[in-house]
Structures are given as structure tokens and as C-alpha cells.
């Protein structure tokens, strides 16, 4: 009788560990758009000032128009595909360029002449 509750507890012990790592793993996963939008929002926050509310909202754009392009990549192809991201990458400089100052959108603006 001992035998069997003590295999059940340890039965039971063993499910909930299993289920722990689980779904710490499954939290912890991030889409290559997700972890894209953080670094770029992280880079503009550092090289253009942005503020805390600034950041959000530059951060939701990154991480839809990225999804977005994810989403471009999976459906289209060819010249299609790369007038799409073209077009994404435009709307994205557009809605960015919104949210930030004259004098932010000036030193983007700079840095991109860079690249």
C-alpha cells in the first residue's frame, strides 16, 4: 500500500517538473520578429534619446511591420516579395518617423546614410 502512494507521488512529482520546464521553454521562446523589434527599439533608444513612451510605441512598430515581412517572406516571391518589403520597410520609416522629434528624425535620417 506504501509502495503505491509513494509511486504515485513520485508519478505525480515527476508530471509537474515535466510540465515546469515545459512551459518555462514555451514562455521563454521568441519569433525572430520579437527579438528583432527589441535590439532595434533597444539601438534607437540608445542612438536617438527616444523616451519610455516613445520606445512603446516604436517598438509596436518594429514588431508588426516585422511580422509583417514574415509574413511577406512565407507568401510571395520574386519581385513580388521584394516590392512588398520594400513597401513594408517604407510604411515602417514612415509610422517611425511620426513618433519621433525633428531633431530624432534628423540623426535617423544621418544614421541610415551611413549604412
Not at 514555451?26 to 519610455?52: M, S
Not at 510571395?76 to 518617423?97: F, H, P, S
Request: hydrophobic share 35%; aromatic share 6%; net charge positive.
Amino acid at each position: 500500500m506504501k509502495t503505491i502512494k509513494l509511486k504515485k507521488m513520485v508519478f505525480t512529482g515527476l508530471v509537474m517538473v515535466l510540465c515546469t520546464i515545459g512551459f518555462t521553454a514555451q514562455a521563454q521562446e521568441k519569433t525572430y520578429a520579437d527579438k528583432w523589434a527589441k535590439n532595434e527599439t533597444d539601438r534607437y533608444v540608445q542612438d536617438l534619446g527616444l523616451t519610455e513612451e516613445q520606445a512603446g510605441k516604436v517598438h509596436k512598430i518594429l514588431l508588426a511591420t516585422a511580422k509583417k515581412a514574415e509574413e511577406i517572406k512565407e507568401t510571395k516571391t520574386g519581385d513580388t516579395q521584394k516590392k512588398a518589403i520594400w513597401q513594408n520597410n517604407k510604411e515602417r520609416l514612415k509610422m517611425v518617423n511620426e513618433v519621433l522629434t525633428p531633431e530624432q528624425q534628423q540623426k535617423l535620417k544621418e544614421s541610415r546614410k551611413k549604412k
